[in-house]
């Protein structure tokens, strides 16, 4: 009997951990959810609080929310004032888990206007979008699984080499499809302002549509607004989530020559059957669309 448990217990090590095994992680929105899965492998059991296709700078945690980070051993979020609701659900929960910020190791950017959508943060929170930052994002994930569960250390290890070089693949692919777009091209109006770090590292204007708000849906004033800043500014192609109605963006596309791009993913990943699904598929979407968009 005691050779057979010893001979299951030499099976059990060979098999993927079970669920009651795994280490209770908590990541506070869909991104960091993907990274800390790809880090973890079948190690972790990842539980998200701002899921696919939700907003993580206004989010309102449930007693379900500070249940998951009660039972968690590592709480996982990104920093830089993203979730300005973290802390007190911290508290409120009692949970002893360690909280790790990915973005410590950023060099931060200031947001041009505090609080322009952003519920007043003065530093800009979208650093996942500089591949190099995402990357930095694996590390400290990484070292925090590891402190977390030292037994797993090397699993751990082995895949965040394998998801960096995944992050360096897709640097390169992003360097060399912006490199057929010309310079003097690479000019974008988008609603939500959060491809700062995106812009900077990949030599992208970003431009804010002047007098709109991005938190209502755009009016046929703002619509004229917009057109007279793609004139002046020579803005070939506009994203714009709060044009809801198709007639507004075809009068922008059909008095400016602008190419209205498609939605993309900046603050959220899709839904499993969505065009962006893990944080890599995103990057490729969003590049695409935005390339496909500025191409002369
Ligand atoms: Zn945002």
Redesign the pocket.
């Known amino acids: 009997m005691r050779l057979l448990l010893a001979c299951l217990a030499c099976l059990a090590a060979a098999l993927p951990a079970s669920a009651a095994e795994r280490l209770p992680v908590v990541a506070t929105f869909s991104i960091l959810g993907d990274l800390v899965r790809a880090v973890g492998g079948d190690r972790v059991a990842v539980t998200t609080l701002v899921g696919p296709d939700s907003d993580a700078?206004v989010f309102s945690p449930s007693p379900a929310d500070a249940r998951r980070l009660a039972d968690a051993k590592l709480v996982v979020a990104n920093g830089l004032g993203l979730e300005g609701w973290i802390p007190r659900l911290v508290r409120s929960s009692g949970t002893t888990a360690a909280l790790v910020e990915t973005a410590r190791d950023v060099v931060a950017r200031r947001l041009d206007e505090p609080g322009a959508?952003?519920g007043g943060a003065a530093r800009d929170?979208?650093a996942w979008q500089d591949v190099a930052n995402a990357k930095r994002y694996v590390h400290s994930i990484r070292d925090a699984l590891a402190a977390a569960s030292p037994a797993d250390r090397a699993v751990f290890e082995a895949n965040a080499a394998t998801y960096l070089t995944a992050l360096d693949a897709l640097d390169t692919e992003i360097r060399g499809a912006w490199a057929g777009i010309p310079r003097e091209r690479r000019r974008i109006i988008t609603t939500?302002d959060?491809f700062g770090y995106y812009g900077a590292a990949y030599g992208v204007e970003f431009l804010a549509p002047q007098g709109v708000s991005t938190e209502t849906e755009a009016s046929a004033q703002d619509v004229a607004r917009i057109i007279r800043q793609i004139r002046r500014e020579k803005v070939p192609a506009v994203f714009l989530e709060t044009i809801a109605d198709p007639r507004l963006a075809e009068r922008i596309a059909s008095e400016t020559g602008a190419r209205i791009g498609p939605r993309v993913y900046?603050?959220a990943l899709s839904g499993p059957d969505g065009p962006a699904p893990t944080y890599l598929a995103m990057m490729r979407y969003n590049l695409r669309a935005f390339t496909a968009a500025l191409a002369p």
């Open positions: 700078h959508g952003h929170p979208h939500h959060a900046s603050d």
